[in-house]
């Protein structure tokens, strides 16, 4: 257990489910993160930062870190109050296999205003509202990693219970870290899982790529790896900062014809080359993702 004792008192400000707005500056409804990892960790860290009140916030971790339980404190967020009444948002951030055993405690904040809102890997809709059958319905989301540093994008689908406004308070709990998008059904988020989902792993192996291929050339590891790095970093900032350029502008804005770009360019945008490549891998990953799903 943590070493800094929470002296909260138990579900002291999370005591109502209360009327909602849709404005999320003056949005009064109330959230149950169940799992504060790195996932939920980050959500929590996104709420506080965008100035949601602590009060309307409780958290269920059965181990809380000293980092999660100073961070509520300071927060003013309720960690691990008994179920007192239901919330409007549950969102679910622990691991997919600790869903059976945590469910059944967890249910009893799922009332008939509740969304339920999983980010859990795998856990279909269906799955979900036999888990929280008093609930008002259920939304299926997918974050990827750079949530952790509020830059994430998620994709959701909601299972077509929930009333519009229901929805909207799940997509800005869901907003705190990062774009989100809503998909036109529950289908899509194998899709999502393979393109987003995985896709921070991918960047990280053009990284590391690019750090060997300098090494073959001659350059000492380490520079060659602090090379591949802050390419990747530099470029994904120019993304960042220029949403309105596609990465194709981008990309020929850097290419002088006949240049050395363009002769690297050729080799990677060859036929069978990386287009083909990232086929074959984003589709591995898209069938692996059905896999788990079922
Ligand atoms: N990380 C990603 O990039 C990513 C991307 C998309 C989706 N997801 C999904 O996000 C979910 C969380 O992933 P994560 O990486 O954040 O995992 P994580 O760091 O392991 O966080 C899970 C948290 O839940 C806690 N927990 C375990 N059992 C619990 C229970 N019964 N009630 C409440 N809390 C409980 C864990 O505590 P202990 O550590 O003490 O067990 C831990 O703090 C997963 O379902 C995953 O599929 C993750």
Redesign the pocket.
Known sequence: MTDVPDTDPPNARLSTTRPSGTDASDARDTVLL?????????MLEGWLAQGVSGGRIAV??????PA?TALCRAGGVALNPPAVHPVDTLV?????Q?LE??AP??ASWAGPGTAVV??????TLADLAARFPRAAGCVRA????P??VGRGITGFASDGRLSPEAVLRAERWLGAVGRVERLAHEGEIDMV?AVS?SG?AYVFLLAEALARAGERLGLSPDLAARLGRATVEGAGELLHRQPDVPPATLRQNVTSPGGTTAAALAVLMADDALGPLLDRAVEAAFRRAQELSR
């Open positions: 169940v799992g504060a990892g790195r996932m939920g960790g980050s269920s971790d059965p181990q809380p870190s999660l679910l951030a622990i691991k997919p600790a055993a945590s405690a967890i999983s980010i859990l890997a795998g856990r997918m974050p990827n990693l949530a952790s899982t989902g921070p």
